[in-house]
């Protein structure tokens, strides 16, 4: 514990909070490896033997079914039922992962989102390598911005100026490669040189949900590129979590495979591994920030809260 960043009092305090709250509202135990982030909605709840119940689970079974089926790629989308009953669930991997541990990771959510949220019409969870959502509403092509989970790197990079401007440089363009991606895979990497001391090289990584428009995706992905400069000015690194749409960048490669040169070392860097979870290591910090981030940002209070419920929960 001692490498927790909540060093502040009022973290202190929040955090012995949560250790005692979280042992009444997450349960443990559980053959899926935890999401880094799951959120579940708890505007409706179905019931046992309701028509949605089942129509949920055909759709999650569908998906996990197509994991065994090499006709499926990054994307996978399944509907049942009808008006009101009717669920929608969709599937993600994030671009550069290989299509082996994609089946794994989408497996994995279809059946970890219904432990983390047994009774809600509508939900959300992230893995480093893929992310899974589904609801009673029509999902399929309709866009949501909401902005659910955010880790940066507590290092700062030198010379932010030169460094945000190459961020914006590097995301407008990915931005657009991305949404003028196909039905199937709307997402984008690529690196730039950065004129700092600290950091030589940014990548960075951009996924869109590819059943939303070229417009969609491009204004998910302003959003969240907007939303860096709230969060998380100059840190080196970034991962923020969308409900449509996600972006990354970090100073080392995201994924080996997505490396532009060859000659680089495949190094993959911590936020990125498939250990799921926050790391509060020396490199990576979701909480020190917190007070301030509070102060600045109006997404909700409880998304902020379960953000760090979930990192205290790897830390403990
Ligand atoms: C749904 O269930 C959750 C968890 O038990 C609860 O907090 C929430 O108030 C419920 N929502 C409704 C609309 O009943
Ligand atoms: C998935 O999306 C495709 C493209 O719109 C659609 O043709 C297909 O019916 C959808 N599949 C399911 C199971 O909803
Ligand atoms: C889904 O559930 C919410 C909450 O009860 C409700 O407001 C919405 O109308 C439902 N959507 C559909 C398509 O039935
Ligand atoms: C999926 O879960 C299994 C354990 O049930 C684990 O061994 C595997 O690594 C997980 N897959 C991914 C991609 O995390
Ligand atoms: C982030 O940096 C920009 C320009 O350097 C500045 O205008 C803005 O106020 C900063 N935002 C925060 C939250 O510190
Ligand atoms: C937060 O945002 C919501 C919707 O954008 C708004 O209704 C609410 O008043 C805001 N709250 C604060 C404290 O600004």
Known sequence: MGSLCCETPFFMVFFILVLVVQHSMFPTTNSQPDFTYHSCSNNANYTNNSPFKKNLHNVLLSISSKTTQLDYGLFYNATSGEYPDRATALALCRGGVSLKQCRSCVYNSTLRI?????????AEGWYSDCQIRYSNNSIYGVLDTTIKYVRWNTQKALNPRGFNKVLRSLFDGLGREAASGSSVQKSAW??????????????????????????????????LQNFLRTCCNDSMGVRIFGISCQLNYD????????????????????????????????KFCDCLQFKTYLKMVNITLITLIKSIFVGVKKNV
């Open 251 to 282: 100073n080392t490669p995201i994924y080996p495979s997505l490396l532009s040169s060859p000659s680089l070392p495949p190094s993959p860097l911590p936020s990125s591994s498939p250990t799921p979870g926050i790391i509060c290591s020396e």
């Open 190 to 223: 690529g690196d730039k040189k950065v004129p700092s001391s600290n950091v030589d090289i940014v990548y960075g990584l951009v996924d869109c949900f590819p059943d939303l428009s070229y417009l969609d995706c491009l204004d998910c992905l302003n959003r």
């Open 114 to 122: 219904t432990k983390d949220c047994p009774k809600q019409r509508e």
